[in-house]
């Protein structure tokens, strides 16, 4: 049987067969037969034997045909099984055909080589527009389908890329690249488009972005030579003519732990080689480049090159690509920076000296170059952390660990912020306009398992396990899914799913939740999150729980288990970075650096913006409790969600990358570890279904539609779906192995729609053939009748030519007959005319000749009648002339006494009259122009108010059409109900007991308020909108027991009514005791109806109807009123009113209404009869009312056709309804319209939509009111009840600017509410509440809502940003299109800037007491424009700075202004003194703040600006001082001194007095920006102090307190802190001013005995020896310090005069103080009044001694503890002033020079001399220090001195000091290496760490010196 068997199997010689070994097939041939056994040789490489008769078809089987020549197609496999695809790969991979496909996923295996061949222009034409399977598999043959799916199926199309490190995904992304980008040229040729630069531009960028990204975001790993350590996801956007308009890159994080660490073998990312190796000298000497090898971050690993990469090529293309992006050189060289930067900051050392010190100050000085940044203060942020304690900054050194930390996280943000710009670039240069559809390209990190993994590794396996589910999601789950719901005939294939292992990484209480969870506990490590993986998940399969106890766990992925470290794993996921290395890079003079970071936002600050009060914004946040920032896991888990969401949306390919082998090595095939990347991937599971499976599934409509043509000829339609489907299949698969119908879709193999397309493609080349050629027949037709048109056309030109020509010549002959005939017919014409002439000249002069004669016969007649009436004239004359002169002789004498008093008064009046002619005419002139101004008002309100009345009249009308066609049908039976309801409702009065509405403002919207304002706007009439509320009033007739006319008002959403118009203040019942004219009527008690005018008049009446208000009973003259009597007699509420004639005894009902009658009194009796009628005009009291209707409860307003009242209406309520009839329609339409319910906005509509918050609170008002309030993105809005479905009270809208106060507890205690004070662009709202959960949680949803609101921008922002990005050509435009930033005379009405709202919440110290910020911008511009004016302008200056200083919001703004002010467009302008002095501003601005970064980048443009213009000028003069001092101005902590805006006003510098010993002063000039240190180097090279053997430095000194100033703390500040601390004493009164002044002396102690004495160095050491031994810091002897002192007088003052120095002035100058005290003090109760004569008697020789003589003063009184120690004082220091001068007499002859060193011989003899001394208290309870002692600190180290003691307690080296700082107040921590921390009381904590860190950088500095001595 068995040689049967083995016959059977044709074994052969050279037979490839399938060798079964260890449960596997080997593939393998017949290499040799024998008679006993047969020899195999692998094809893998390898011999076996197998004796015949063990041969089987179980271990043996012959290989099919397929398998032994290989297959394009893996589906296609006649041997299905893993064996048959793994050697199917190998064949092909040997013939360097390194692609297969598996139906239309392609498998790639990377040749590690470059195959010659292969890619190219050429073979890409080749393969577009082929059919997938047309050609050899190729990833061009992929590109192209997706291609051509996208246009076949219309939908977005993505291609997924996965395999592990290594595979080759890169490279295949940017093969498919370079297809679309080759196809997308070919359809702008196609389609005849031109090719336009930008086009061309985009696709190069597309195709050129790759360089950069792999340079800046690849590396060398173990597994890759170019790894991407990050992923991204590459979309490219298509037009509809199928070109690439555009794109966009999405990275998925970015390994940016790489830039400080990497694993053995690896190299850090390319772009630092590529930086290293191909810059020229000069960028290289800029940058401080050297070798790899030079810097750490590139050569912990020992790997630097590779041969494989050419860093100096992949420089210079990274280089072109930066032009294609149009990144310019600047900024390539700034981003360069960064990454040498990043270099440096890597070689940054430190060691332990006091906590971590930096150890070369050379590389900080050179990263700080780079960055911009402060040397010092970016050496402080790296090696020690700062926090504040109660106001007070308290900074803390790092260990070295923690200070490497800080150097690491730096580094990576630096580089992440770097990679994320060039990312913003790329995609700012390829975004793309028109999108017809999109292909994403996926190029994301391989599946990774090194020998440490870590949690970039952790995530990188998380993202390829969620694209496996997406491959499983499509290839096996609904595929198979999709069969089963159509009805397919289908078996199920198995398959290996990974959701369970999904579940364990994702889940809630997975991997990820619990990693999350972790990070946002303080006290979390990674210890215990390690515990709490392994307790959620030991039982989890897909977890792994290491058998020893180690800090790992592991996770059984697809592709194998992997262990993952647990170190740091939580501190990568925080991703913290410490607020003052944030605050320091964007302090950073770097405008790029500062750019990379402006999206980052300190810890202390909360949302974006824009409003109010940053800390004040998180304090309350923190205080309810804030959101988190979301972990590095979380985001990365929701971006990946977000690209699965993507990729669903998309139609997927998938490319599967394989490596053939792990060393990288080409040519080289390992069956096993590319068998295990096939198991894994579900290959064979995927070969399977797509070989059994139908990859292409059509709607059957779908499917009709593209192969339609290919049933043209069975008469098949298109209705005819799944009919037609079946046919046309049938008729290319007619035994249909290919293809199945399902229930609604076709089913295909893919190899038979391949077949079909190309069959549609024939079919329709045959169609557009005849299509084609009938195209051409109707272009020839056309072309021929085209032609045959253009022949008439010549022909009908040249016809029309010879016929105009005959025409001509006929007419020119005509034209010659008629003008001879003409010429006859006019000279006989002409003979007529003369003649006619002739007789008509006769006839005139015959009639001229007549009317001659008689014109002199009339003048004759009339000479004879003048000389008559003129004789009769003389004679009357004659006659009348006599008669007066007797007349005047009478009254000559009485009219000359007349003219004279008469001539006197004249005179008078014509004086008077002048006076008032000149009066009158200043009166005229001025009246002129106001009537000028009147009359232009006049003329814009009047064109103001015939628009207003054209639109109400429009809306009247539309309104009116409306309500006529909504109430036509329904009035005859309205009124009939009308009248029933009325005639049925029971007599009443008309009162309703409605609650008192709230009087607060009710905000509207922007589209009610003017919607409401074309409704009720009406010049002349009661009805009208007033401000943002309605205000409607009127008379109206109500029906109630008959019409009775009432005045009507709508205020505040109101309807009320009264009796008559509103002219009272107040009207009520009240009780009035007498009145009537019996003895018991005038004691009895009237009730009357009181009524207040605002004429102060208070009436009564017996009625309230008042049809006339001068029918009173009785009147009060509240003007005539003496006293106003709270309590007139027993009964309750009664008062009275004393007048002079009788008192008014009045009682209320109530105690309230008594208080609002006394309260209306007294204020009338205050005020004046005008103001009160302002007062009145203003308000309604809605209590005088007789009725109320709330405007929400009107549900319906109807008009009513009644013929006997034309003019009715009706307004119904759910309760009544009540009748009115208006005066006339219009009155009657305006009420209609004002009354009738409210729509709901759109705005309304969508808010009760979507909410953020809602609850009931008050809202205060004058009358707190409870209401309803529902927050919205958009605003809040607020109800009368919870149904929002009516219509709101009102809404407060929300923006950026709005601001939120804190709460106030003392508002509580005194209210017993919390209120929420919320600043809106009007109004204040406050809302209150009594629990403070409650209020906290409604002050976080607002704050919320307004931190996310869009930001606002005026429009000087708009314009500043587009001044800042245009060019200088076009600064003048924009200028000159937009005056409002020029400057201008006219003061502004808004800021110019987006201000928040609301007073600004300052600390009491501030400058003074602030508005909101709008009205103090508006207030400093008013003050610029009169600053040009004052005669003193540094007041203004000082306000101006100040309020700057305090509100930093108001910087900016301020800023603007003078920018503005000093921008001028006309010439005229710019010598004013009103420029000059916005300039002298400015400068003082600039002196004095940095500004904001865009603000700084528009003062430069304003600056180059005006140097360019006005060169020379005052104004340039300015300019030049600005730029001069942007440079250099640093941070300041007070507001510029008087003295410095002095020198600033005048661009130069100031001077500043500083002092030293001997009351010496020095003069030195300083600037703004000069430093201590500055100030300290100037002083000793003009001392002459050239190099010092100590360290000097500068202190603010007053009396006995004394501060070391820092050496970068600014001078300016200093002195403008002394005048403001000068100005404070001066206003304390009873002070004496304490001055305060710069002192010069020695700072630190390094070598004392190298000080020659007679140097300067030796006199500043001198004396300060001399003050330490003052201030008692000295132990020894009373014997020593008497002789110091007179050795000191020796130095001083030489011997000895008995004249001169009789007596010692001041011992304390000699003598230590305290040590004067302490003595005294032990003396004083010897001096009691009881003991004294005891003790002086018990004393032997008291005489003698000190105290003998003060005994004997003090016997027999009695003294105060107080008295008797100033005695015991001045007796001490009377016995030291004589021991001192008994000393100095034996010093008699000694040099100055010998007492000065015996002097510093007796100080030197203590060790502990040279060290700086401070008094503490050690407060710790282990006794291991005394309580009072001194903390020395020196060169050395820190000493501890029991106080007064010479001998050291400890002594500890600045090596063993791990830390120090002041961690609580008043408290200064020292820790010690291996020690508990030692803890003392101090109140120079600050002293002490700046003393300890100044004491570190020398020892610092020695040992850099040393170590550079020794090399």
């Known amino acids: 049987i068995r040689k049967e068997m083995a016959s059977s199997l044709s074994l052969q010689e050279g037979v490839n067969v399938w060798l079964s070994m260890n449960n596997e097939y080997l593939p393998a041939y017949i290499s040799g037969v024998t008679s006993s056994e047969l020899n195999f040789t692998s094809h893998y490489g390898g011999t076996y034997s197998c004796a015949r008769s063990s041969i089987t078809h179980e271990n043996v089987v012959v290989m099919h045909e397929s398998s032994i020549h290989g297959v394009q197609d893996m589906a296609s496999l006649a041997d299905l099984h893993e064996s048959a695809i793994l050697f199917n790969l190998h064949k092909r991979y040997q013939e360097n055909k390194i692609y297969t496909y598996i139906g239309s996923i392609l498998s790639a295996v990377n040749p590690y080589k470059f195959v010659d061949n292969v890619y190219g222009p050429d073979i890409m034409q080749q393969y577009m527009k082929r059919q997938l399977g047309d050609l050899p598999p190729h990833i061009y043959a992929i590109a192209n389908e997706v291609y051509e799916s996208m246009w076949r199926m219309g939908e977005n199309q993505c291609v997924l890329i996965s395999g592990e490190s290594g595979a080759g995904k890169t490279e295949s992304a940017k093969f498919i690249i370079s297809f679309l980008s080759a196809m997308s040229q070919q359809s702008l040729v196609s389609t005849g488009k031109v090719l336009t630069h930008q086009d061309a531009a985009v696709e190069e960028a597309i195709v050129l972005s790759s360089p950069i990204l792999e340079a800046i975001g690849n590396a060398k790993t173990v597994y890759n030579n170019n790894s991407s350590r990050f992923g991204k996801f590459i979309e490219l956007n298509f037009s509809q003519r199928g070109f690439v308009t555009g794109g966009k890159i999405v990275d998925y994080l970015l390994e940016k732990n790489r830039v400080v660490r990497q ?151 630096l580089y992440a912020n770097a990679f994320k710009w060039v990312l913003e670039r790329i995609n700012a240069r390829i975004v793309g306009g028109e999108q017809f559809a999109t292909v994403g390209i996926l190029d994301i990190f391989g599946f990774e398992n090194f020998s440490v993994n870590r949690f970039e590794q952790f995530n990188i396996n998380f993202a390829n396990e969620k694209l496996q589910e997406y491959f499983n999601k499509h290839i096996f789950s609904l595929e198979q899914h999709e069969y089963s719901k159509e009805g397919i005939n289908w078996s199920d294939i198995e398959w290996v799913d990974n959701a369970e292992c999904l579940d364990l990484i994702e889940r809630k209480l997975g991997v990820l939740s619990l990693l999350d969870e972790e990070s946002r506990f303080p006290k979390g490590t990674d210890k215990t999150l390690l515990e709490k993986l392994h307790n959620a998940h030991k039982e989890n399969s897909y977890y792994i729980k290491p058998k020893v106890n180690v800090p790992k766990f592991g996770v059984r992925h697809y592709a194998g288990e992997v262990m993952y470290e647990v170190d740091g794993l939580l501190e990568k996921n925080r991703d913290n970075f410490r607020d003052d290395v944030l605050q320091i890079l964007k302090d950073s003079r770097s405008d790029y650096v500062y750019d990379l970071f402006d999206h980052m936002q300190l810890k202390e600050q909360s949302g974006v913006g824009g409003a109010g009060g940053l800390g004040r914004r998180m304090s309350m946040k923190k205080k309810a409790g804030a959101k988190k920032k979301a972990t590095v896991s979380s985001q990365f888990k929701d971006s990946l969600h977000a690209l699965m969401t993507t990729l669903g949306h998309a139609n997927p390919y998938f490319v599967r990358c394989i ?11 390992i069956p096993q570890v590319v068998l295990n990347q096939l198991r894994y991937s579900g290959m064979m599971e995927t070969v399977r279904i797509r070989r059994a499976g139908f990859p292409v599934r059509r709607i059957f409509d779908d499917f009709l539609h593209r192969y339609h043509v290919l049933g043209r000829s069975m008469g098949i339609g298109k209705n005819d779906s799944k009919h037609g489907c079946h046919r046309i299949l049938q008729k290319y698969d007619s035994e249909g192995k290919n293809w199945q119908l399902g229930m609604t879709k076709a089913f295909m193999r893919e190899d038979l729609e391949r077949m079909l397309e190309r069959e549609r493609d024939s079919a329709l080349r045959v169609i557009y053939q005849i299509i084609f050629n009938c195209v051409l027949t109707v272009i020839q037709r056309k072309r021929y009748l085209r032609i045959r048109q253009r022949i008439i056309f010549v022909q009908k030109f040249v016809r029309r030519f010879l016929a105009m020509r005959h025409f001509f010549q006929v007419r020119q002959a005509i034209i010659v007959i008629q003008k001879w005939e003409r010429g006859r017919q006019a000279r006989c014409l002409y003979a007529e005319l003369l003649e006619q002439k002739r007789i008509e000249e006769e006839r005139r002069r015959e009639e001229e000749r007549r009317l001659e004669e008689e014109r002199q016969r009339e003048l004759e007649r009339l000479e004879r009648e003048q000389k008559e009436k003129e004789a009769e004239e003389m004679r009357r004359q004659f006659e009348e002339a006599e008669r007066l002169k007797r007349e005047e002789e009478e009254m000559r004498l009485k009219a000359e006494e007349e003219s004279r008093q008469q001539a ?60 006529e066609e909504e109430v036509a049908a329904l009035a005859e039976i309205l009124e009939l109900e009308l009248e029933e309801m009325m005639v049925n409702k029971p007599d009443e009065p008309e009162w309703e007991e409605e609650p008192e509405e709230d009087l607060e403002e009710i905000v509207v919207t922007e589209e009610e308020d003017e919607t409401r304002r074309k409704t009720f706007v009406e010049t002349g009439s009661d009805l009208f909108w007033s401000g943002e509320e309605l205000f409607v009033e009127g008379f109206l007739s109500m029906k109630h027991q008959g019409w009775k006319r009432r005045w009507c008002i709508i205020k505040e959403e109101t309807f009320m009514f009264f009796h008559g118009k509103q002219e009272a203040l107040k009207q009520g019942w009240l009780w009035k005791k007498g009145g009537g004219s019996g003895t018991l009527s005038r004691r009895s008690w009237k009730q009357r109806y009181f009524v207040m005018y605002p004429n102060r008049t208070l009436c009564y009446y017996e009625r309230d ?170 605003g809040l809005t607020y109800y009368r009840s919870e149904d929002t479905n009516e219509a709101s009270a009102g809404t407060i809208t929300l923006n950026c600017l709005c601001s939120i106060d804190p709460l106030n507890e003392t508002e509580f205690k005194e209210s017993g509410y919390y209120t929420i004070r919320l600043h809106a662009r009007r109004h204040i709202h406050e809302l209150s509440t009594k629990n403070l959960d409650e209020a906290n949680k409604w002050i976080i949803a607002l704050q919320d809502a307004i931190d996310s609101s869009q930001p606002i921008q005026t429009l000087t922002e708009r314009l500043i940003l587009s001044l800042i990005k245009s060019r200088k050509p076009d600064w003048d435009k924009v200028y000159d299109a937009h005056p409002i930033l020029a400057h201008t005379k006219v003061p502004i009405k808004a800021p110019l800037l987006a201000l928040p709202y609301g007073k600004p919440n300052l600390p009491k110290e501030k400058y003074r007491e602030y508005k909101n910020l709008h009205i103090e911008a508006v207030n400093i511009f008013t003050k610029l424009l009169s600053q040009g004016a004052l005669t003193d302008p540094i007041p203004t200056a000082q306000s101006i700075l100040g309020s700057c200083f305090d509100l930093q919001d ?82 300041r902590e007070y507001p510029p001194s008087r003295n410095e805006i002095i020198a600033c006003l005048g661009c130069r510098e100031m001077v500043a007095v500083v002092y030293t010993y001997g ?50 703390s600014c001078v300016a500040d200093l002195l403008a802190k002394f005048e403001k601390q000068k100005e404070m004493q001066q206003q304390q009164q009873g002070e004496t001013v304490k001055k305060w002044r710069l002192f010069f002396k020695i700072h630190c102690f390094k070598s004392i005995s190298a000080v020659p004495l007679d140097s300067i160095e ?25 002789k110091l002192g007179a050795l000191r007088q020796q130095y001083l003052y030489s011997d000895y005069d008995p004249q001169e120095h009789s007596s010692i002035s001041d011992v304390r100058q000699l003598y230590p103080w305290t040590k004067l005290m302490e003595e005294a003090e032990t003396q004083k109760d010897f001096l009691g009044a009881k003991n004294i004569t005891k003790t002086y008697e018990s004393i032997s020789r008291a005489s003698k001694t000190w105290l003998g003589g003060t005994l004997s003063r003090l016997k027999g009184k009695e003294y105060s503890d107080e008295e008797r120690s100033q005695e015991a004082l001045t007796a001490k220091m009377g016995q030291v002033r004589s021991l001192i001068l008994q000393q100095w007499q034996k010093l008699q002859g000694l040099p100055s020079e010998e007492a000065q060193k015996l002097y510093m011989d007796i100080l030197q003899s203590w060790e502990g001399f040279g060290s700086i001394i401070h008094d503490v208290k050690y407060v710790l309870s282990d006794q291991r220090l005394p309580s009072d002692i001194w903390l020395a600190i020196g060169y050395t180290g820190v000493q501890i001195y029991e106080k007064n003691q010479s001998k050291a307690i400890r002594i500890i080296p600045y090596e063993e000091i791990e830390s120090f700082g002041g961690p609580y107040l008043n408290k200064f921590k020292l820790v010690v290496v291996g020690e508990d921390a030692m803890l003392f009381e101090t109140n120079k904590v600050n002293e002490l760490a700046k003393l300890i860190k100044s004491y570190l950088s020398l020892v610092m500095v020695q040992r850099r010196g040393s170590v550079s001595s020794t090399v």
């Open 1658 to 1682: 030796g006199t500043f050491l001198f004396e300060q020896g001399c003050a330490q031994v003052l201030e008692g810091h000295f132990p020894t002897s009373e014997e020593n310090l008497i």
């Open 263 to 413: 694993n053995p073998g690896e190299r850090n990312f390319h772009i630092f080689y590529c930086l290293l190796s191909g810059a020229d000298e000069q960028l290289r000497d800029r940058l401080g480049l050297q070798d790899p090898s030079f810097f750490y971050y590139l050569s912990q690993t020992g790997c630097i090159t590779d041969p494989t990469i050419n860093d100096t090529a992949d420089y210079t293309e990274v280089l072109r690509a930066f032009q294609v992006m149009e990144i310019g050189p600047d900024q390539v060289y700034d981003l360069f920076s960064i990454l040498a930067s990043i270099l440096h900051i890597g070689n940054v050392s430190f060691v332990n000296a006091g906590g971590a010190q930096v150890s070369d100050k050379s590389v900080i000085d050179r990263v700080s170059r780079l960055l911009g940044l402060d040397s010092d203060q970016f050496s402080d942020c790296l090696t020690q952390r700062v926090m504040v304690l109660r106001g007070e900054q308290i900074t803390t050194p790092l260990t070295i660990e923690q200070a490497t930390d800080s150097r690491d996280s730096l580094s990576m943000a």
């Open 904 to 963: 006197l008064a004249k005179a008078k009046v014509l004086q008077e009259q002048r006076d008032k002619e000149k009066q009158e005419e200043l009166r005229l002139i001025e009246e002129q122009k106001q009537h000028e101004e009147e009359e232009r008002i006049a003329q814009e309100e009047v064109a103001r108010r015939e628009k207003a009345v054209q639109e109400q009249e429009a809306y009247e009308e539309r309104a009116r059409r409306e309500a």
């Open 659 to 669: 490596k053939p082998n792990m060393e990288k090595m080409a040519d080289r095939y």
């Open 1450 to 1531: 108001l910087r900016s703004e301020v800023f603007c202004q003078l920018i503005k002010q000093t921008a001028i467009i006309k010439e005229a302008d710019m010598d004013s003194q009103l420029v000059i002095s916005a300039w002298q501003l400015l400068a003082c601005m600039v002196c004095a703040f940095i500004p904001e970064r865009a603000i700084q980048r528009y003062l430069t443009m304003h600056i180059k600006k005006t140097l360019l213009r006005y060169p020379g000028t005052e104004m340039a003069k300015f300019a030049q001082y600005c730029q001069l001092n942007m440079k250099r101005t640093k941070q």
């Open 1105 to 1274: 109807a008042i049809e006339d208000a001068t029918k009173y009973s009785g009147i009060v003259e509240i003007a005539n009123v003496t006293d106003i009597i709270e309590e007139v007699t027993s009964r309750e509420h009664s008062f009275g009113i004393v007048t002079p004639s009788k008192t008014f005894q009045l009682k209320a009902n109530s105690a309230a209404e008594k208080k609002e009658w006394l309260e209306l009194l007294k204020f009338v009796r205050s005020m004046s009869e005008k103001k009160i009628r302002s007062l009145m005009e203003s308000e309604v009291d809605p209590r005088n009312a007789i009725g109320t209707i709330y405007l929400t409860d009107i549900e319906a307003v109807q008009a009513i056709n009644n013929p006997k009242k034309p003019n009715a209406f009706a307004v119904i309520t759910a309760n009544r309804v009540y009748n009115f009839v208006a005066d006339d329609p219009h009155v009657m339409h305006k009420w209609i319209s004002a009354l009738s319910p409210r729509k709901m906005s759109a705005f309304e509509s969508q808010q009760r939509e979507d909410w953020l918050e809602k609850g009931w609170l008050m809202k205060e008002g004058r009358i707190r009111r409870r209401r309803f309030f529902v927050l919205t993105e958009k």
């Open 1559 to 1608: 009351d010496s002063e020095c003069k030195i000039t300083v600037n703004s920006a000069t430093t201590a240190q500055d100030v300290v180097n100037n002083l000793m090279l003009g001392l002459g102090i050239r190099s010092s053997h100590n360290k000097f430095g500068l202190f603010e000194v007053c009396g006995e307190e004394s501060r070391f100033i820092q050496g970068r």
